[in-house]
Nanobody
Framework: QVQLVESGGGLVQPGGSLRLSCAAS????????MGWYRQAPGKERELVAA???????NYADSVKGRFTISRDNAKNTVYLQMNSLKTEDTAVYYC?????????????WGQGTQVTVAS
């Protein structure tokens, strides 16, 4: 089992910055990739950014150049630095971990953290 706890959400003005953190606990040895997703009201959950254990990253086109995902394997924590925030970035942000062990693969999700971008 992997448990994920997000933090760092809040209210910020357009153009501002926030940094989200996601701390993993439990069977962290099994974690391969980690990522951030978001879900705005009335919309489906979408991938924002992902990072593998080797450091390969992937971003949604809408956040490229503004968001940076990073990972501290020693702390079992993944971060999402969000700069130049826009009102359309408002959503609940979820952390996800993809785990693999003994031929099995499973996903774990955090509880979500609200990010609101408004003036």
């Amino acid at each position: 089992q992997v448990q994920l706890v997000e933090s760092g959400g809040g209210l910020v003005q357009p153009g501002g910055s926030l940094r989200l953190s996601c701390a993993a606990s439990g069977s962290t040895f099994s974690i391969n990739a980690m990522g951030w997703y978001r879900q705005a009201p009335g919309k489906e959950r979408e991938l924002v950014a992902a990072i593998t254990s080797g450091g390969t990253t992937n971003y949604a086109d809408s956040v490229k150049g503004r968001f940076t995902i990073s990972r501290d394997n020693a702390k079992n924590t993944v971060y999402l630095q969000m700069n130049s925030l826009k009102t359309e970035d408002t959503a609940v942000y979820y952390c996800k971990a993809v785990s693999r062990n003994l031929g099995y693969e499973w996903d774990s999700w955090g509880q979500g953290t609200q990010v609101t971008v408004a003036s």
